[in-house]
């Protein structure tokens, strides 16, 4: 059975840092792409990063160098630091993963297979 669990994100000041973490179990994490998406209640989901078998990231424009994705395959487990956090960054953060993605199709949520339980960030000013 595949799982994939966030850590709680929590209430966070503006101009703060945060690291969410999601460990993924049940499925060759080495060969699964790995990413987080985000989405605000009524609005469209949007793509953070992903980060591929090789361990390398790709962002979302927005982003603007505020965030970090890392994966750790000796525990299975995938992060993502952001910096800088502002009232925009407020949003349910869900880790996802999946075998057989393209780079090209990295930020289109259906395209993902393996979704976790999503987890709160609110950013307080």
């Known amino acids: 059975q595949v799982q994939l669990v966030e850590s709680v994100g929590g209430l966070v000041q503006a101009g703060g840092s945060l690291r969410l973490a999601c460990e993924v179990s049940?499925?060759?994490?080495?060969?699964?792409?790995t990413g987080w998406f985000r989405q605000v209640p009524g609005k469209e989901w949007e793509f953070v990063p992903v980060t591929d078998r090789y361990r390398r990231s790709s962002y979302a424009d927005y982003v603007e160098g505020r965030f970090n994705s890392s994966r750790d395959s000796a525990k299975n487990k995938v992060y993502l630091q952001i910096y800088r956090l502002n009232s925009e960054d407020t949003a349910v953060y869900y880790c996802?993963?999946?075998?057989?993605?393209?780079?090209?199709?990295?930020?289109?949520?259906?395209?993902?297979?393996?979704w976790g339980q999503g987890t709160q960030v609110t950013v307080s000013s």
């Open positions: 996802v993963a999946d075998a057989n993605i393209i780079m090209s199709s990295r930020s289109m949520p259906a395209k993902y297979d393996y």
């Open positions: 049940g499925v060759a994490f080495t060969r699964y792409v």
